[in-house]
């Protein structure tokens, strides 16, 4: 007996997000998370992260190397 069902056809469409929650981790430990659009580079999504206030209490003082 075999079976007549079709494989189910996707749409990426449905599939993509509006936002993303990146995690911001410093020395290792998450110390916050931010929102943002899929589409942000990553200088932008940098300087987001750097500016979040409980990021900034952590690096506060000290060079950021990654």
Known sequence: M???AVW???DPE??????????????GKLRSR???????TEADLRAIALA???VQSFI?????VK
């Open 52 to 54: 979040d206030s409980k």
């Open 60 to 64: 506060d003082g000290h060079q950021v």
């Open 8 to 10: 189910p056809v996707t």
């Open 14 to 27: 449905l599939a993509r997000k509006e936002e993303l929650e990146i995690p911001v981790q410093v020395n």
């Open 34 to 40: 931010v929102v943002v659009a899929p589409d942000i």
């Open 2 to 4: 075999q079976a007549a």
